[in-house]
């Protein structure tokens, strides 16, 4: 069940690509790599029952999204860009899109997040700020140059430049 | 701002390691720093639900997905999703795939030399009842030589992903079967270091779900979070 499309009809918010490539510690690309969106719609608000924010549900858009990696190890979706949500202490979080990593080798997923390069709040995010700087840069999905709405993210699974990955429990 | 309802986390021995180097595709791909604690937030204690419409009613049934039957020993697969307290998870999706009965999956990185089977694709899914209660019928499947190590065998297994309630609850395991013999030498089994935990992915033979002439039952109960969470595997 790919779903590397998540914008509907009337989905508001700024429409981004996203691609990128998913990396083992020697780097070479992972072609078995199955990569897991969840997030937000545009107003910060997700299609669930615990999220009870006054804020509106768009039904064109669930927040979900499932992408295999092709033979090169590369993988492409198309989304919008999510509005803040709260964090623990009642403030906003930066804007993100949480992310679990499949793929043969890796005996339980990986949990990561993809934030973006243009915003501000991502000084202030708490979960930003549990990562040491030098490493918050594997978790910004970066403009490509001369290409507007497309961002690139990689998924470096080992090494020097190894994405940032968080313990979530399962 | 409400207050958002986390989920408990796993004994630390009762779920796999990154790094398991007697599972070879493990060496590479593992990471090597350490993880960071991430606190559940609301982004955590969501994630995607899934509905009627989004489910093949057919799907749960592997062995009626073509014109004629698929080899094999018939069997039911059937179970309930329980949160860490019990509680049944309702209408959760489970999706499964597998190998033949020859032990070929339908799948172009599938080089093994056993034959495909016409009639058997090998995935299914479904959505469990009020009760977190789910059940496939499909075929048992063959186990198959892998290159993991000098005459590697896989012991037969079914895959299963679900998703639980929440994107911290998103969970994707093995089912393996009760008495069979490859179950000692399998890294992967092997990797989670907690004996209980690892023999909960061990399906249970039952006669309660068992057919006369028909099929043979099989019980696959699943924990999604919590101290007896259900180990996850690739």
């Known amino acids: 069940m790919k779903h590397d499309d998540l914008v509907g009809a009337g989905t508001s918010g700024e429409r981004v690509v996203i691609e990128g490539h998913v990396l083992d510690g020697d780097g070479e690309p992972v072609p078995d790599a199955i990569i897991e969106i969840w997030q937000a719609n545009s107003y910060g608000k997700y299609a669930h029952p615990e999220d009870q924010q006054d804020k509106p549900l768009e039904p064109s858009f669930s927040g979900y999204g499932r992408i295999p990696t092709d033979d090169e190890g590369q993988f492409r979706f198309t989304t919008i860009k999510p509005g803040p949500v709260p964090d623990l202490d009642g403030k906003f979080q930066a804007p993100h899109i949480v992310v679990s990593v499949f793929a043969r080798g890796l005996l339980r997923r990986l949990v990561t997040r993809i934030y973006f390069s243009d915003e501000p709040a991502n000084a202030t995010d708490f979960v930003l700020n549990l990562v040491e700087a030098s490493r918050c840069e594997t978790l910004i999905a970066k403009k490509i140059a001369g290409v507007s709405g497309k961002l690139e993210w990689n998924v470096i699974l080992q090494g020097p430049n190894e994405t940032v990955f968080f313990d979530c429990g399962l | ?234």
Not at chain 2, 23 to 44: D, G, M, Q, V
Not at chain 2, 60 to 74: A, F, I, K, M, V
Not at chain 2, 194 to 219: C, H, M, V, Y
């Open chain 2, 1 to 234: 701002m409400a207050k958002i309802v986390t989920y408990r986390r796993p004994n630390p021995d009762s779920q796999p390691p990154y790094l398991h180097p007697t599972y070879i595709s493990s060496i590479k791909r593992a990471p090597s720093k350490s993880l960071i604690y991430l606190p559940h937030t609301l982004s955590e204690v969501t994630g995607p639900s899934f509905t009627e419409a989004a489910i093949d009613v057919k799907a749960c049934d592997l062995t009626r997905q073509h014109s004629g039957n698929p080899l094999g020993e018939r069997i039911i697969v059937s179970g309930r999703v329980m949160d860490e307290d019990g509680r049944p998870l309702q209408h959760s999706l489970i999706e499964v795939w597998q190998a033949n009965a020859a032990g070929r999956y339908l799948h172009k990185r599938d080089q093994h030399n056993a034959p495909l089977d016409p009639n058997f694709t090998g995935s299914g899914h479904t959505l469990t009842d009020a009760e977190g209660r789910y059940r496939f019928v499909t075929i048992r499947p063959g186990s198959y030589p892998w290159g993991n190590h000098h005459n590697a065998w896989r012991p037969a297994h079914i895959h299963f992903s679900l998703f639980g309630p929440a994107f911290a609850s998103r969970l994707v395991t093995q089912m393996y079967f009760p008495g069979d013999p490859l179950l000692p030498f399998d890294p992967i089994f092997n990797c989670t270091a907690d004996e209980n935990a690892r023999n909960r992915l061990i399906s249970l033979f039952d006669w309660e779900t068992t057919i006369p002439s028909q099929a043979l039952g099989f019980k696959f109960d699943i924990i999604l979070s919590g101290r007896e969470a259900t180990p996850m595997e690739p």
